[in-house]
C-alpha cells in the first residue's frame, strides 16, 4: 500500500462476490493469501454438491496486489 501511494497508483481494493464465488477455492489453494479468510457463509459448489466455505478478503491486511483476482477462473473477485 505504500510503494502504491508513493508512487501515485491507485488504492485499489478487491472483493469477493458471493454470487459469482463457484466456491472452487483456487483463491485460498493456490495464492495461500493471508488475507483471503473463510466466512461464516457457505454454498453449494455445483447443484447436488455438498455445500462449501464461501471465502471473503480481509481489506486490513489485504496488500491490493490483484494476485487473487488473476488466480480466480470464474471472475469473483473484482475491485471495489
Known amino acids: 500500500i505504500q510503494?502504491?501511494?508513493?508512487?501515485g497508483l491507485?488504492?485499489?481494493?478487491y472483493k469477493?462476490?458471493?454470487?459469482d464465488c463457484r466456491v472452487c477455492h483456487s483463491?485460498?489453494?493456490?495464492?495461500?493469501?493471508?488475507?483471503?479468510?473463510w466466512?461464516?457463509?457457505?454454498?453449494?459448489s455445483k447443484p447436488g454438491k455438498p455445500e462449501r466455505t464461501i471465502p471473503f478478503?480481509?481489506?486490513d491486511i489485504c496488500t491490493r496486489c490483484g494476485l487473487?483476482?488473476?488466480v480466480c477462473p470464474?471472475?469473483?473477485?473484482?475491485?471495489?
Open 3 to 7: 510503494y502504491q501511494r508513493r508512487e
Open 10 to 13: 491507485p488504492d485499489t481494493r
Open 16 to 19: 469477493i462476490v458471493d454470487e
Open 27 to 37: 483463491c485460498v489453494d493456490l495464492l495461500a493469501c493471508p488475507a483471503i479468510m
Open 39 to 44: 466466512s461464516d457463509r457457505s454454498k453449494p
Open 57 to 59: 478478503i480481509n481489506q
Open 68 to 70: 487473487c483476482v488473476e
Open 74 to 80: 470464474y471472475g469473483a473477485i473484482v475491485p471495489f
